[in-house]
């Protein structure tokens, strides 16, 4: 077997001092390639990040305006409760008095004989003085 010149020269230039340059380049360049798309992956990855941290800052600046919105709601609300319930307590004392006065004209109207319509009258404006008197402004 008979080995051309050529294929014995290409041999050589590969094992010789050539070939290994060639080698050592192709390498070098597959390892740059290789940590230049480790690099772009990286890159794009911090943008995404940057975007996701942009978008979470301007998602809690809402947040933070919406919560200082509804805190000043918030307490006008309490404000609105509290006069709100103080006066269901007066409206409600106003009721039960209202009521004592109704069952004592009916055990006034119920005695043999009735009270006298004048002794009743009496007895709703002692305990109702502002009757016929309208308490709205």
């Known amino acids: 077997m008979d080995v051309p010149a050529i294929l014995t ?4 230039a590969v094992f010789s001092g050539g070939g290994i340059w060639v080698g050592l ?5 597959h390892r740059k390639n290789r940590s230049d798309g480790r690099r772009a992956d990286r890159d794009i990855e911090a943008q995404r990040e940057e975007r996701a ?3 979470m800052e301007r998602a809690m600046t809402r947040l933070d305006s919406e919560v200082t919105r509804l805190s000043k709601s ?8 509290t006069d709100l319930e103080k006066s269901n307590r007066e409206l409600a004392e106003e009721n039960r008095v209202f009521r004592n006065v109704i069952v004592g004209v009916l ?11 004048a002794s009743i009258l009496e007895y709703i404006l002692k305990h109702l003085p502002h009757f016929r008197k309208d308490p709205t402004p």
Do not use: H, M, T
């Open 9 to 12: 020269g290409a041999v050589a």
């Open 25 to 29: 380049r192709l390498w070098v360049d």
């Open 53 to 55: 941290i942009s978008v």
């Open 74 to 81: 918030d307490e006008s609300n309490r404000s609105r409760i």
């Open 107 to 117: 055990e006034r109207l119920r005695r043999q004989p009735p009270d006298e319509p």
